[in-house]
């Protein structure tokens, strides 16, 4: 049975940070792609970041550039997206996607960025 399971999201001040995880079990997490999307209230789900399967090469929209990393443990079978500097508008349901041929999705995380 395959899980995805987000955790670590919660509310945070302006410029605080924050550090998601994003727990896999029920397949090969090593062979996967990994990435972390978000979707704000009203609006389309977006990518965040992406790392890839076992060069672990990674990308990032824009507008998290220079503030958000994501990294992989593939012995903990866990993917995990710093955020520092927030703001106002990184506020949305995070949510981990797996990626090999099938797309899996955990359940999501609350993030909110707030004074």
């Known amino acids: 049975q395959v899980q995805l399971v987000e955790s670590g999201g919660g509310l945070v001040h302006p410029g605080g940070s924050l550090r998601l995880s994003c727990a896999a079990s029920g397949f090969t997490f090593s062979s996967y792609a990994m990435s972390w999307y978000r979707q704000a209230p009203g609006k389309e789900r977006e990518l965040v970041a992406g790392i890839t399967a076992f060069t672990h090469n990674t990308n990032y929209a824009d507008s998290v550039k220079g503030r958000f990393t994501i990294f992989r443990d593939d012995v903990k079978n866990t993917v995990y997206l710093q955020m520092n500097s927030l703001k106002p508008e990184d506020t949305a349901v995070y949510y981990c996607?797996?990626?090999?041929?099938?797309?899996?999705w955990g359940q999501g995380t609350q993030v909110t960025v707030s004074s």
């Open positions: 996607q797996a990626n090999r041929l099938r797309l899996y």
